[in-house]
């Protein structure tokens, strides 16, 4: 493929060296503009990337990148949105994400590079415009709405106390999201998402939601990382009806989602193809979907698309510049669909073990450890739906009993059971 590419970049580059007005490129007479150009970012030993071909290598002149000054970067942008302290904070920024990088553990799914900045620094001039604080408290609580939510239960505590040391004196205030959490599971003159559904809502299901909600906020391609059985599913309907339930107050609105199983189906097939010999284009799943949305951009409603499956470089990096600031894909065919205002790009995978880098730093991270989940949150929805209604009055007895025995019986299995699959 890359040998073919050679041959049409020399093509090219013959007709601008003879300065032609046409010349013939894959058989069809076109016109040049003299002034287009090629370019090729190489980043060698990269997953999902292999090396160039010596014929197409040929053809580039190497240019060398230096490392950009995040400090610097973070400072200009703090200046352009307001914050007339940007120089120190936009080196606590720098030191919080270096520290992070060097003290916590090593997880597929970290990144404390460049997007990892820069989304800092959107959630802090989000955070300028709307909240009343003083901004090293602003810039603090943009440093935890985006890094917070991906850490490993394990990682938390050391976070904290880095930026408590970058941050000396500085507490977080009480956020509000009363509003949500209301039609999550507390729900008095609306029913809430909870009790319509059976769901048991324990703290750290309610904690998650809210940081999904707030990586929502701040991204527009974000992915809820976990094992099986950790409540990603739960989770994600759970804000779905709950932003739903409030649409026309508290400025939240309708909620609409779109699944895609993108292993169950071939590349074409969920991009797009074009044949070559007849020249028309089949349109894939995903260029349907997106296609139909940026039609409706006008409707006040968030429309999520939700890839629930494995993620590996093979289908995701097409998708590189749908999940960057271009927030725009660009099919075969020439067509570009881009992204609407409302328009969230989700992945519910169970690790990024073969995702690239790339991918990893262009997305929000939710984290969800199936240990977070209790099983006493399922015997109370089970004693809810299921416990019959003539033994009431035995009910918190039975649970009590049960819930004892299962308890002594886990403890038993997980010391001497052994088991085909992992057990947490």
């Known amino acids: 493929m890359l040998s073919v590419v050679a041959q049409q970049v020399v093509t090219i580059q013959n007709a601008i060296k003879d300065k032609k007005r046409r010349f013939l490129f894959d058989g069809d007479d076109i016109d040049l503009i003299p002034t ?24 580039f002149r190497t240019v060398a990148m230096m490392v950009p000054d995040y400090r610097l970067i973070a400072e200009i942008y703090l200046y352009s949105v307001g914050f007339q302290e940007a120089r120190d904070l936009a080196r606590k920024i720098v ?37 009343d604080y003083q901004e090293d408290i ?9 890094n917070i939510p991906k850490f490993t239960i394990n990682d938390i505590p050391l976070f904290i106390s880095i930026t408590s040391d970058l941050f000396p004196g500085v507490k977080l205030p ?26 048991v809502a324990d ?32 989770i994600i309907e759970s804000l779905k009806l709950a932003m739903t339930k409030l649409h026309g107050t508290f400025n939240q609105t309708k909620v609409s989602t779109n699944k895609i199983n993108p292993k169950s189906i071939q ?15 089949t349109d894939g799943v995903l260029p349907r979907i997106m296609r139909e949305l940026s039609a409706n951009g006008e409707i006040a409603q968030r429309e999520w698309i939700i890839f629930d499956g ?50 990893v730093s262009r997305c929000g991270m939710v984290f969800l450890e199936a240990k977070n989940l209790s099983w006493i949150s399922i015997l109370k929805s089970y004693f809810r739906l299921y416990f019959p209604k003539n033994l009431e009055k035995q009910k918190d007895n039975s649970f009590e009993l ?17 088991f085909p699959m992992a057990y947490s």
């Open 402 to 418: 049960i819930a004892h025995c299962c308890d002594t019986a886990f403890a038993f299995i997980k010391k001497y059971g052994k």
């Open 138 to 146: 602003l810039v603090l609580i943009s440093i935890m709405d985006v």
């Open 36 to 59: 287009c150009t090629v370019n090729i970012t190489m980043n060698p030993g990269y997953a999902g990337r292999s090396e160039l071909p010596d014929n197409l290598k040929a053809l």
């Open 203 to 234: 703290e750290e299901y309610l904690k998650k939601c809210i940081q999904l909600y707030d990586t929502i906020m701040v991204r527009h391609g974000l992915m809820v990382v976990g094992e099986s059985a950790s409540g990603k599913t739960v």
């Open 174 to 199: 009480d956020r509000e999201y009363t509003h949500l959490l209301t039609a999550i599971h507390q729900g008095t003159k609306i029913h809430s998402v909870c009790t319509e559904n059976n769901w």
């Open 267 to 281: 590349m074409h097939q969920l991009y797009g193809i074009f044949d070559m010999d007849t020249k028309q284009w």
């Open 95 to 131: 030191a919080s994400l270096r520290l992070s990088s060097e003290q916590l553990s090593s997880q597929y799914h970290y990144d404390f590079g460049m997007r990892g900045l820069k989304a800092i620094l959107t959630a802090a001039g989000e955070a300028k415009r709307h909240l």
């Open 310 to 359: 494995p993620v590996d470089a093979v289908w995701i990096e097409n998708m590189n510049t749908v999940l960057d600031d271009n927030k725009k894909l660009c099919l075969t065919s020439g067509e570009i669909i881009k992204l609407t205002r409302w328009m969230t790009m989700m992945f519910e995978v169970e690790d990024l073990q073969h995702a690239s880098p790339a991918t």
